[in-house]
């Protein structure tokens, strides 16, 4: 439903503000236990979120259609087949989500923006409807939105996008991205396999500058195998659009420099969407940086109401949303014992092609801290024991894992190559329960596949 016309207040025993994956979720574990939940969600175009409307699905889908291809010459037919793929899986994910919620008998779906006016007590907005409710826990899972930087011209609309416009756009002949970060790096590698040519202008002297150099450089020289150009030591300061282009300024090397291009892509970060919560109305604290402040819990100063996903200001994942969620519920209907500081071995993974994950510390880390570890490293290419890139065509990248020297635990392990974000996630599960890098060494595999290759890599310890 949308918010009914009028003023009343409604009272429930937890409003969720925000369809995000942690709050609908707990959102729906709650209801089956008879409780009565509110569920506030800004637009009937994100009911399940963000991640299966704008961000880790449609992002995924735009760039499996894009490794599919069989050609890499610049074809927006095949782009804008592409993108309707896209928003028919969307579109299902969309209608699935909120059945998910809305069919379950006490759980009542408002479609407006949530602000607070007491700690106990919400508005909802939508148009010129206003509701008020109540509810005795509050969990704020509103999600984050894009950083937009403070560089003359950048505002959204026309030729400079966000990753979330960006997905609807004609495909660019030219992109520039803003920014070397995740985002940044994953269209970069996208659209330059739809054939556009992409320049990536990045403030960091080298891409990926948390990634040991040998692990970066392959990421790098991969994606300049793919065609995309990276400048670092960018500093954009102006953005100028007309009917046919894109302008950039920058300077690079104490030089002035400009680069023109189709579309321009700002991807700066994301930071929490606190804006117009009104958290002063319910004294909620929030960080520096502009997060909810919570504890290990992720409760906020204020009873009975809590902070998941991107909100609070932790790592910015779908399933750190997820395991978010975890902790509420054990607080709620558990023990409360379950907080942030049970993660152990969290991995990430960038989508490029082939994707980059990790886990743990990198050997430059191990190295800074006096660690005395062992470090095993191989390019793919290299590895006899691993032909599933080869059958698959893309036996670009690199495999790296660092091993405390006494233990015989890996400590860290970086994997850039087909499949690697599904390995890593068997390296984080080993790390978590202490299987040690021999017993992973000796460990059965299936074969061919991308697994196989931990016999041979660890080997080299
Ligand atoms: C392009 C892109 C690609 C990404 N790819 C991945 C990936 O591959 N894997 C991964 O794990 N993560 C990825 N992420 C990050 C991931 O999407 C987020 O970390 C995750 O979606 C955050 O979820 P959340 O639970 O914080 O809330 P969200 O899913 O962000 O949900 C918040 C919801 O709150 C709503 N809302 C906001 N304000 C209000 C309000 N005042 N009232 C009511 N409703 C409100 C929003 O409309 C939204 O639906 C990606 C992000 C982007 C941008």
Redesign the pocket.
Known sequence: MSVPEGRSIINFAVAV???????KTIAGTLARAGKKVAM????DQ?YG???I????VP??ALIHSAEIRTSNDFNPEYFARSVERRDTLTGKMRDKNYAMLADLETVVVFT????FTRPTSLTVTAGDDVLELSADTILI????V?IIPDIAGAEIGGRIHT??TLQHAPLPEHLIVVGGG??GL?FASMFAMYGSEVTVLDKNSRPLPREDEDVAGEVVHGLQGSGVRIVSDANVHRIDQSEDCVTIQYVWNDQEQQVRGDAVLLALG?TP?TE??NLEAAGIDTTDRGAIKVDEYLRTNVEGIYA????NGGP??????LDDNRIVTDQLLGEGKRSTEDRVAVPT?L?TTPPLSRVGITESEARAHGLNVKVAVKKVADIAAMPRPKIVGDPRGIIKFVVDAEMDLVLGAALHHVDSHEVINLIALAMRYNVTSTELKNSIFTHPSSTEALNEVLGMI
């Open positions: 503000i925000g369809w995000g994956k942690g709050g506030i969600e800004q637009s994100m979120g963000t991640c409307n704008i961000a880790c992002t995924k407006g923006r949530a602000s899972n509103n999600g984050s894009p990753s979330t995740h985002i994953e994301r969407a117009g919560l998941l996903g991107d909100v910015q994942f779908t399933y750190i949303s993974t989508f």
